[in-house]
Each structure stands twice: as structure tokens, then as C-alpha cells.
């Protein structure tokens, strides 16, 4: 049945993050430029993967598809907030605010499951460096990539079908700067139980479930890095630091958001405007300046501290990595290795010869 048979208000009035004229002038010229920067940083990133045919490997995959969501999750919050710093009437229609609503859980959603394949990528990079290859092969990341997809649109379709049938009386004061489900929840005068159940385990599957296998994967993965014997070793192989930095942004605060009781305080705007507003932002940040191959800095290719991959063979050319192998005076012993996809990750050929050489 429509919508509009069920309910006896069309428009909801959105309070924003604050009802001063003179702040919201401040906050638009703040927005403003946040929103240029997201949108300017992640379609630059995104030409230059795809122009850069070294970055044609499975974490760039990665990367390109979380930089789109990180546009798209900007584009479909910030131009209804910067709208409503100037405008006299705050309102968005009711199709319109689940609309918003079905965008931002096929983003949100979208991107957790992007960094915990993303993590797994790292996983497989480091603690399996000479299997990556197999490991990683073109199908399986595509398929992790389109399926992230999938899965955000189904989990958002689920949600947004549920709200449909909510009754609208009388309470449309929504006290976020968005429409999201726990705001819009408490203003529906019918019953909300099974729109209740399906947020909780929409929230325990793509939040708790994914953050969990990112946290699996880093466990492993430092614990493979603190095996390495060398100090400098270690520092070199975790390389992978972008990524947790991301996945500590993004995980803490729309968590924390989720998962807190719906109490219109200034710790859950705060909280909201971290995930859906400045993440976004600081991703592109992020990775261009944690990851040299962005910056044009081919660390496979030109550091004289990485192994030389030439016809499957890798010959380290610092002491370090091979003191104490070998008998003064005998010749530098050479190890087999897979050669590796270049830009796969920047820790995988750093950990491979070392682990060979044990």
C-alpha cells in the first residue's frame, strides 16, 4: 500500500547541528569546503588509478570502489545540509528522507564490507606473500568487490521496505542534519518491532560481523610481523597502516553511533558527522600520503632496501635481511619467489624474502 495512505504528515523538519543564523552561515562556508575537497580528492585518486596501468592490481581495485562509495556517501548527505544552512524552512518530504535513508545504508554498508576485504587482501599480502597470487586471483576480488555491492543494496532494500509501512502522526521534528533510521524511528506512532529487529541485525551483521574479521585479520597479520627477527624489518612489513587508520575513523564512530541510545545529544552528531562527512574526506587523504605508489613512488621498482624481482628471483641487497645466513665470503644466496602483482601491496615483497630465507 502507498505510503501516503498511511500517513497524515508529508514533511519532516530536519533541526540540523544548530538553530544560531550566524553559526549555520559558518558551518555552510565549512561544509562547503569539505564537500569540494571529498569530491575534488576522491574522483583525482580515482583518474589516477585508473590512468596508471602499475595500479591495476587487486588493492587498487579496492581503493577505486571505496573512494566512489566515499563520493557517493558525501553526495548524498552534504548538498541537503549545505541547502538547509540557508534556507528558512528545513524540510525534506517524507519520500525523500527514506530515499536519503536507503542511500546511506547502501554506502555505510557498502563500505564495511569493502575494508574487511580490503583487510583480508592485507592478510593475504603478508602472511602468505608467495601464495598471493592464487590467493587474490581476479575472480575472487571481484567477486568480494560486486558482492560488498550486493549486499549494501539488499540490507538497505530490507530496511527502506520496512519504513514504508510506518504510520507518521504527529512528531516530523527530526533532530539530526540527515534522515537516518535511528532518528526516524521514534517518530513513527506505529508498531516499530520489526523495523527494530531488522536494524539490530543489520547493525551486528555488517558492523560487529565485519569488524570482527578486520580484527581477525590485523591479529594475524601482526602477529606474522612481529615473527620477523629484524627490527627494521618489522617497520618496513607493516605498510598496511592506511588502511588501519581508516578502519579505526570509520568503525569508531558510526558504531558508536549505532549502537548508543537515541538521545539527540552533541556526541551523536558528532559521531554522525565523523562517518558520514569527515571520513570520506580524510580517505583520499589517507592513502595518497601512506602509499608511495600514489605518489608516484614506485617502492618495488626503485628503493635499493627492496628485494630486485627479475625472472622469479629476489636478491636482497641490504646485509640486514641476510646476516648471519650465510659463511663469510661465500656468494649471496638467491631465493625462489612467485613474483608477486606489483602494488598488491607494498608489504608483500618486503615480508617474502625474509620468510623464504627462515
Not at 539490530?200 to 627477527?229: A, E, P, R
Request: with cysteine.
Amino acid at each position: 500500500m502507498a505510503l501516503g495512505n498511511h500517513s497524515t504528515i508529508t514533511k519532516f523538519l530536519l533541526l540540523g547541528l544548530s538553530a544560531n543564523p550566524y553559526i549555520q552561515a559558518l558551518l555552510f562556508v565549512l561544509f562547503l569546503g569539505i564537500c569540494l575537497l571529498t569530491i575534488m580528492g576522491n574522483l583525482m585518486l580515482l583518474l589516477v588509478i585508473r590512468a596508471d596501468s602499475c595500479l591495476h592490481t587487486p588493492m587498487y581495485f579496492f581503493l577505486s570502489h571505496l573512494f566512489f562509495v566515499d563520493f557517493c556517501f558525501s553526495s548524498v548527505i552534504v548538498p541537503k545540509m549545505l541547502e538547509n544552512f540557508l534556507s528558512q524552512r528545513k524540510t525534506i518530504s517524507v519520500e525523500g528522507c527514506l530515499a536519503q535513508v536507503f542511500f546511506v545504508f547502501v554506502t555505510a554498508r557498502t563500505e564495511t564490507c569493502l575494508l574487511s576485504g580490503m583487510a583480508y587482501d592485507h592478510y593475504a599480502a603478508i602472511c602468505r606473500p608467495l601464495l598471493y597470487g592464487q590467493i587474490m586471483g581476479k575472480q575472487l576480488y571481484k567477486h568480494l568487490v560486486w558482492g560488498s555491492w550486493g549486499l549494501g543494496f539488499l540490507d538497505a532494500l530490507i530496511n527502506v521496505l520496512l519504513a514504508v509501512n510506518m504510520v507518521f502522526c504527529e512528531a516530523k521534528i527530526i533532530h539530526h542534519y540527515s534522515c537516518e533510521m535511528p532518528s526516524l524511528l521514534p517518530l513513527s506512532c506505529s508498531d516499530i518491532s520489526r523495523n527494530l529487529i531488522a536494524l539490530l541485525c543489520s547493525t551486528l551483521l555488517y558492523g560487529l560481523g565485519t569488524f570482527l574479521l578486520v580484527f581477525l585479520s590485523y591479529t594475524l597479520i601482526i602477529s606474522t610481523i612481529l615473527s620477523i627477527s629484524s627490527t627494521s624489518g618489522r617497520s618496513e612489513a607493516f605498510t598496511c597502516s592506511a588502511h588501519l587508520t581508516a578502519v579505526i575513523l570509520y568503525y569508531g564512530s558510526a558504531l558508536l553511533r549505532h549502537l548508543m541510545p537515541n538521545s539527540v545529544s552533541p556526541i551523536e552528531l558528532i559521531f554522525s558527522v565523523q562517518y558520514t562527512v569527515l571520513t570520506p574526506m580524510l580517505n583520499p587523504l589517507i592513502y595518497s600520503l601512506k602509499n608511495k605508489e600514489v605518489k608516484g613512488e614506485r617502492s618495488l621498482r626503485d628503493s635499493s632496501d627492496l628485494p630486485q624481482l627479475h625472472k622469479g628471483q629476489a636478491r636482497w641487497n641490504r646485509p640486514a635481511f641476510t646476516e648471519g645466513r650465510r659463511e663469510p665470503g661465500a656468494p649471496e644466496s638467491s631465493v625462489q619467489v612467485t613474483p608477486q602483482p606489483r602494488g598488491a601491496c607494498a608489504c608483500s615483497a618486503l615480508y617474502a624474502a625474509p620468510k623464504a630465507l627462515q
